[in-house]
């Protein structure tokens, strides 16, 4: 059975501050890895889709790796801002055709 | 284009009762997928649809039940509620087809609370 694990459970940073979030997954036969953002109430927010062919994506401040091997991915965010607050979530998806979530990485960033 | 809609946003039932949840897919996408999130138990996998068929069940008991119209529209039905389905129910799309596992968009979720 899949589990995924993101570290730290929440992070608190100042403005400006460059950060990594990680995810380890204990299957790596997965088709792919996917990056979300969560504010409070709401729904989730797609940030990044990572193949399971693939090493990384890249989308402005942010940057996921993706380690199948090992079974982990990071998440860069540069130059953090307020409004980067949120829960980031990771998933991945395997042949069971629906997605294993980790518990999320509450992130503050201070102004 | 429109993202994925779910209706209605909040729901207050009793104990026994039976609630619908409606999820509306992006244009041109034929697979819905349903999710349950609690504080607790973080996000689960409950079912997913795809041109009307269910593909994949998560481990929830028969209560919770699903179907997709030939819209690729789904609802999801929760019958003889209990305390313990009060959540943010989560619809996403997909486009469902060829091999691997394609990019799953979210809707706002409907919070369904259970007194």
């Known amino acids: 059975k899949q589990e995924v694990t993101q570290i730290p459970a929440a992070l608190s940073v100042p403005e400006g501050e460059n950060l990594v979030l990680n995810c380890s997954f204990t299957d790596s036969a997965i088709y792919n890895l996917q990056w979300f953002r969560q504010d409070p109430g709401k729904g989730l927010t797609s940030l990044l889709l990572i193949q399971s062919s693939q090493r990384e994506q890249t989308s402005g401040r942010l940057n996921a790796s993706l380690d199948k091997s090992s079974g982990r991915s990071t998440l860069y965010i540069a130059a953090s801002q307020p409004g980067d607050s949120a829960t980031y979530l990771c998933a991945v998806s395997g042949s069971a055709r629906q997605l294993t979530f980790g518990s999320g990485t509450q992130l503050t960033v201070l102004p | 284009k429109a993202g994925v809609t779910q209706t209605p946003r909040y729901l207050i039932k009793t104990r026994g009762q039976q609630v619908t949840l409606s999820c509306s897919p992006i244009s041109g996408h034929r697979s819905v997928s349903w999710y349950q999130q609690t504080p607790g138990q973080g996000l689960q996998f409950l079912f997913e649809y795809f041109s009307e068929t269910q593909r994949n069940k998560g481990n929830f008991p028969g209560r919770f039940s699903g179907r997709q119209f030939s819209n690729s529209r789904s609802e999801m039905n929760v019958s003889t509620l209990e305390l313990g389905d009060s959540a943010l129910y989560l619809c996403?799309?997909?486009?469902?087809?060829?091999?691997?596992?394609?990019?799953?968009?979210f809707g706002p979720g409907t919070r369904l609370t259970v007194l």
């Open positions: 996403a799309s997909s486009l469902g087809s060829g091999s691997g596992y394609n990019e799953q968009f």
